[in-house]
Each structure stands twice: as structure tokens, then as C-alpha cells.
Nanobody, 123 residues
């Protein structure tokens, strides 16, 4: 009922930039938090950044000052601008959304994930 589609990953040299996008679609009533997580090989998935419906943001310490999260509520889209990329940023990046959906005459809250997009930073 809800789909998240990421784009913008790829291969970049250290110090370069990438911009990830994630579009949320489906029977959406409203979207609360949207964010990005990442998972490197052999490691657990970790939070990168989150942005709430009111615009408040939180960042992991390891990306502060380098990454910026934003959202376009009219397009149900969240972005992650990644600058000054480092080899240790290499991971699969997953989009996340806390979505309230319409089911019949009521609404239900749920967490939804995208399929992930690979980001590779070469040294």
C-alpha cells in the first residue's frame, strides 16, 4: 500500500558529493518522520538523518556538517545531500518513512522502507 523508491546512489571519489532522493507513494493520509539509514557490509543498519513533518532534523554525529536532509511535502519526497564523502560512507542507504495510511474509513500508522541504494566512495 505504500512504496518508497530511492534514487541517486552511485560511485564517487572521496571528497565528492551525491544527492539521494526517495519518493513515497500509495494510500497516504500523512507522513510524519522521513529519514535515511545505512548499512555497510558486516555492520548493523544505522541512522544517518531524520526529518519530521515540522522540519526538525537530527543527524548522526559522523555526518554532521557534511550531510543535509530535506523534504518536499508536496511531492512526498525526502532528500539527502551528501558532501565531503569519505570511503567509510560506503554503504547501502535506505529510505524510511513513518506513514499514516487510509484503510477503509480509518487510518493506520506504520513504518516503511525502501529497497536501498548503493553508495560507494573510492579513496
Amino acid at each position: 500500500q505504500v512504496q518508497l523508491v530511492e534514487s541517486g546512489g552511485g560511485l564517487v571519489q572521496a571528497g565528492g558529493s551525491l544527492r539521494l532522493s526517495c519518493v513515497v507513494s500509495g494510500r497516504i493520509f500523512s507522513i510524519n518522520a522521513m529519514g535515511w539509514y545505512r548499512q555497510a557490509p558486516g555492520k548493523q543498519r544505522e541512522l544517518v538523518a531524520v526529518i519530521r513533518s515540522g522540519g526538525n532534523t537530527n543527524y548522526a554525529e559522523f555526518v554532521k556538517g557534511r550531510f543535509t536532509i530535506s523534504r518536499d511535502n508536496a511531492k512526498n519526497t525526502v532528500y539527502l545531500q551528501m558532501n565531503s564523502l569519505k570511503p567509510e560512507d560506503t554503504a547501502v542507504y535506505y529510505c524510511y518513512a513513518d506513514v499514516r495510511i487510509v484503510v477503509g474509513t480509518t487510518t493506520i500508522d506504520g513504518d516503511y522502507w525502501g529497497q536501498g541504494t548503493q553508495v560507494t566512495v573510492s579513496s
